[in-house]
T-cell receptor
Framework: AQTVTQSQPEMSVQEAETVTLSCTYD???????LFWYKQPPSRQMILVIR??????QNATENRFSVNFQKAAKSFSLKISDSQLGDAAMYFC????????????FGKGTLLTVNP | SQTIHQWPATLVQPVGSPLSLECTVE??????LYWYRQAAGRGLQLLFY??????ISSEVPQNLSASRPQDRQFILSSKKLLLSDSGFYLC?????????????FGPGTRLTVL
């Protein structure tokens, strides 16, 4: 079974600075996908970024980028120019390829952005 | 565009009472549907998922059950609630085309069992 580990229960960053959230996973599969979801205080889960394991290029979405290290099974999220609206719980998630539609989530990292 | 609805938004129920949470999706057909539970300080735990009408897969044995009576309707039920059923329940959907599909989440239901 796949597992996802987020070793940082809480992180904080100053507004306009950069922060990196860590995620490691364990799998024996070769075809899979990785996700970062954001859950702000409203509790609405929102997809931040998605990475296909077969792609070597790291995914980016505006101020959000990932560092995907497939051999090390590491998938960290970098938030640049942090904004107050980035304050949220961030979840790393693993999805198998093929016809298995389930996602396995980590326990989350609570990010605080200080003005 | 697609939207997902959940109700009620909050619910307070006594131990031993029944439960029915509803989730509906608009703007798509034959979606995959999911029920998650999020306990305080923990990640999301997948409870049930469905790839079609009447097709329910259970991930965690418990006193909860799920049903999909219509293509875009997913219901989470219990005959007798336990204190441990308290939590935040999220419904989600995906296109179901491939395993790497993004899941889209509803606004959630906060359930308190007293």
């Amino acid at each position: 079974a796949q597992t996802v580990t987020q070793s940082q229960p809480e992180m904080s960053v100053q507004e306009a600075e950069t922060v990196t959230l860590s995620c490691t996973y364990d799998t024996s599969e070769s075809d899979y996908y990785l996700f970062w979801y954001k859950q702000p205080p409203s509790r609405q889960m929102i997809l931040v970024i998605r990475q296909e394991a077969y792609k070597q290029q790291n995914a980016t979405e505006n101020r959000f980028s990932v560092n995907f290290q497939k051999a090390a099974k590491s998938f960290s999220l970098k938030i640049s120019d942090s904004q107050l609206g980035d304050a949220a719980m961030y979840f790393c998630a693993y999805g198998s390829g093929g016809s298995n539609y389930k996602l396995t989530f980590g326990k989350g990292t609570l990010l605080t952005v200080n003005p | 565009s697609q939207t997902i609805h959940q109700w009620p938004a909050t619910l307070v129920q006594p131990v031993g009472s029944p439960l029915s949470l509803e989730c509906t999706v608009e703007g798509t057909s034959n979606p995959n549907l999911y029920w998650y539970r999020q306990a305080a300080g923990r990640g999301l735990q997948l409870l049930f998922y469905s790839v079609g009408i009447g097709q329910i897969s259970s991930e965690v044995p418990q006193n909860l059950s799920a049903s999909r009576p219509q293509d875009r309707q997913f219901i989470l039920s219990s005959k007798k609630l336990l204190l441990s059923d308290s939590g935040f329940y999220l419904c989600a959907w995906s296109f179901g085309v491939a395993g790497g599909d993004e899941q889209f989440f509803g606004p959630g239901t906060r359930l308190t069992v007293l």
